[in-house]
C-alpha cells in the first residue's frame, strides 16, 4: 500500500482468510494491525494486518495502470485525471510541490515582497507571441480588450518603485501553434524585479542562487523521487550534477556567441549573422562549446529585443542590457534584462513603435522617482525538465495545455 | 526615506548646504552618512548625511501623491500604477505576501502536496455562475471550448486519488456583471481536498487551522502594517480581536439557520423558506444572532448544491454534507463539502443533469479505488478584508479586475 507521501510502499503482510476479491491493485483499502520490524533487507518496516476492508474497489480489467509495469510517460500522459497514481508522476508532482516552497522560501528569506501579477491584462503589444483573449458572450465585460498574461514583469516594475525586491510566480500563457517538446499554452514563471541595480552582473547573481538554492532543497527534500527520474527516465548523458562543479558557468557576449558560431565547423539550418536571434540549433551548439555548462549570454542587439530593456548606448553594434541563460537540453532557461528608466530614451523609443499613448502609465514609472533597475524570469517547467532530464514539457505539469490540447 | 521594508521611515538629517531643488518628496535618492542614535523618542535611529545623490527626481505637480496626506481609498485606486507607494497600500502588500507564504507553510507544514490546478479549462458546467471564455482571432485554439477556471476543485480531486492532502493557491475568475465590493473578475482561492474524510467535522477543523495559523503569523510578521488597518482603515467596531476568543465559532444547520431566520423580528427583503438560498441579509443576521462570531452553516438543501456534493440521504428534507463559513462583516468565507464518492450516487445524478458524458473522467475517479473524500475553498481577497477590516475588495489586490475595468 502507498499513501502518496513517498516512493516507498508499506509490506502488508496478511492470513489468506483475509482474502477479498476486492483486493485488487488499484483499490482503495484499511488495513488495521501491527506494525513491526521486516525480516526483508529491502524494507525497514511492515504491517501485520489483522483486518483488510476495500474502502474502494478497482475494475483492473478497465483501469488502465497495470501493476509492476513501468508504463511510458507518453502513454500515461493519455490519462490525465488517473496518471498522478502512477510512480512517476508522483514522484513528479511531489518534486513540483517542494520546488514551488522552495522557491517561494528562496525569495522571501532574502526579503521581497511576494506580489501576485494580474492574469487578465489589457496590455497587448509586448511583443512576447500570441496572446489569448478573453470574452464573456461577445460582449466587452471590461470595455477594452483583455488578454491572458505573457508576462507580469511591467507589473512587477510598478512594485518596484515601492519595494526593494519584489517577485511573483504564476501561470503565463503563449498562444503559440507549436507542438514542441518545450511549449505550453499554459505555463509557470518566476519573475523577479530588483531596484537600484545597475549592473546584468546582479541580475544573473539572483538567477544562479535561485537556482542552486532550490536545486538543493529539492534533492535533499525528495531524494528518492529525484533518483528515479535520473535512474530511469533521464537519459544517461543527460543526469548532471546540477549542483556542483558541472554547474559553473560561463558568461559571453551576444557578439562572441555569433563569432563562436561563424567559425563554427557545423553548417547551421539558419546561418549565424548579427542581428539575428539565436535559433535553438544555435543555442545548443554554444551550450556544447561551452562544455556542456549554463551559458549566460548578455548584450543582445538593440532591435531585437523589446521597448523595455536599457539601452547600451554603444556601437556601432547598438545593444541593450539584456542577458539569457542557456542550459545543457533545454536552452532558455531564464531571460532577463536591465530596464530603461532614463525617461528621455523610454519616451522615444516608445513614440517610434507608436506605443506612448498606450504606456503613458509605464512613463509615469519614470516620471515620478525612477530608479535603475532590472529583472529576469524563469520558466518553472522548464526548470524542472532541466534538473531532472524529462524531455517532454507535458511530464512535468499536473494538466499540460497545448494547441489543440485541453483535457478536463 | 523608506525603501518599502516596512511602515517606519529613516530620518536623515542633512545640513542645508547638501539642499538640491530635485530633492522634493517621491523623489528616488542615495544618502551616504552615518547611522546614529536619534535624540528623538519616535525614532531609535537616524541617519546624518554625508552627501545626497537625487536618483530619480519627481515632479510633484503632477505627483498624485501628496506629502503627510492620507489619502482616502478611493482617491489611491485610481491610480494602479503608483498606488503601492502609498502607505496603506504598502501595508497591504506587505501583509499580502506574509499571509501568502503563511498559507502555503500552513499546508506544507502538515504534509499537503501543492497542486497547480489549470487556468485554462474545458469545463464548462460546474454551476459557478459566468464564465469567461478564451479566443485565439476568433479559432479554436484548443478545437473545444475553453474557459478560466472558476475553481480548482474538480482538479484537486484528481489528485486526491493518489495523495492523501492536496492543495492549490492560484487565480480563479467570475464574469459577474457585479459592482460589488465583495466581488472581483480575477480573485484568488486557497483549496484543499482530503482523501480518507468521513465528516464535515474535518473539514471545518482544517478551515478554522488555516485561518488561525495564517492569522497568527501575520499579526506576529507585521504588527505595524496591521496596526495601520485597524486604527485608520477599520470602522471601530470591526476591529476584532481575530485569534481570541471572539473567533470562537459556532455551527448551526442550514435548516436552524432558516428557524431562526423566520423567528426573526426583522423584516427580510428576501423571505427565508427552506430550499432558498441564503442572502447576504440572511448571513448577516445570522452572525449577528450568534453574537458576531464565525458560523459554520452545515447541510444544504441537495436542490441548491452542485452534483459533486455527498448526499445526507435524509428526507423529507433532503440534503447535502455542505458547509459555508460566514464571518462578521464578510459573509461568505469559506465553503466546502463532502464529495459523493459512491458511484451509483454520482451517476445517476449526473445522468439527471445530462452531464454523464461530460464527467465521464470524473465518474472513472469513482470506479478506480474511490475513497470517501472532502475539501474546501477560502476566498483570499476576502480573508484579507476580514482580518484588516477592509471595506471593498478592490482594496486587498495589486491589480483589481472587475466589470468595465481591467486597468495596465
Known amino acids: 500500500i502507498n499513501d502518496g507521501s513517498s516512493l516507498e510502499n ?11 476479491r476486492d483486493l485488487t491493485f488499484g483499490s482503495a483499502v484499511e488495513v488495521q494491525g501491527k506494525l513491526v520490524k521486516s525480516p526483508h533487507k529491502m524494507q525497514n518496516m511492515e504491517l501485520k494486518a489483522e483486518t483488510i476492508r476495500v474502502v474502494g474497489p478497482c475494475d483492473t480489467w478497465s483501469f488502465p495502470l497495470k501493476m509492476k509495469e513501468r508504463h511510458p510517460l507518453e ?35 532574502n526579503g521581497y515582497v511576494h506580489i501576485h501579477t494580474p492574469i487578465i491584462t489589457s496590455n497587448d503589444c509586448e511583443g512576447a507571441g500570441e496572446l489569448f483573449q478573453i470574452e464573456v458572450k461577445n460582449t466587452h465585460f471590461f470595455n477594452v480588450p483583455a ?36 511549449h505550453l499554452a499554459e505555463f509557470y514563471m518566476v519573475e523577479a524585479e530588483l531596484s537600484f541595480t545597475e549592473s546584468l552582473q546582479d541580475i544573473m547573481q539572483v538567477m544562479e542562487d535561485l537556482f ?35 554547474c559553473n558557468s560561463v558568461i559571453i557576449s551576444y557578439s562572441e556567441a555569433v563569432e563562436i558560431l561563424r567559425q563554427a565547423s557545423q553548417t547551421f539550418t539558419f546561418k549565424p549573422e548579427w542581428g539575428c536571434d539565436l ?57 532577463g534584462s536591465l530596464r530603461e528608466e532614463r525617461l528621455p530614451f523610454l519616451e522615444s523609443r516608445l513614440q517610434r513603435l507608436g506605443l506612448a499613448d498606450a504606456y503613458q502609465w509605464y512613463l509615469d514609472l519614470r516620471k515620478f522617482g525612477s530608479v535603475p533597475h532590472g529583472g529576469f524570469g524563469m520558466g518553472f517547467e522548464r526548470y524542472l525538465q532541466y534538473i531532472l532530464g524529462v524531455d517532454n514539457i507535458k511530464d512535468v505539469i499536473p494538466f499540460p495545455r497545448f494547441s489543440h490540447s485541453c483535457l478536463l
Chains 1, 2 share one sequence.
Open 279 to 335: 535559433q535553438t540549433e544555435h543555442e545548443k551548439y554554444l551550450v556544447k562549446h561551452c562544455g556542456e555548462v549554463p551559458v549566460f549570454v548578455i548584450n543582445y542587439p538593440y532591435d531585437l529585443k523589446p521597448f523595455y530593456m536599457r539601452d547600451n548606448e554603444d556601437g556601432p553594434q547598438h545593444t541593450v542590457a539584456a542577458v539569457d541563460l542557456l542550459v545543457p537540453g533545454i536552452g532558455e532557461l531564464c531571460g
Open 147 to 182: 488578454f491572458l498574461t505573457v508576462s507580469g514583469q511591467l507589473h512587477l516594475e510598478v512594485m518596484s518603485g515601492a519595494f526593494t525586491h519584489v517577485f511573483t510566480f504564476g501561470p503565463t500563457f503563449r498562444a503559440e501553434n507549436s507542438q514542441s517538446r518545450r
Open 212 to 246: 542552486k538554492t532550490a536545486t538543493s532543497t529539492v534533492l535533499s527534500k525528495c531524494p528518492r523521487d529525484v533518483e528515479l527520474f535520473h535512474k530511469y527516465i533521464a537519459p544517461a548523458q543527460k543526469v548532471i550534477n546540477v549542483t556542483g562543479k558541472s
Open 75 to 109: 502513454y500515461v500522459r493519455q490519462f490525465p485525471h488517473l496518471r498522478c497514481r502512477n510512480n512517476t508522476l508522483g514522484s513528479l508532482l511531489r518534486i513540483r510541490s517542494e520546488a514551488t516552497a522552495a522557491i517561494h522560501s528562496f525569495f522571501q528569506d
Open 10 to 20: 508499506l509490506q502488508v503482510v496478511a492470513d489468506p482468510s483475509l482474502e477479498n
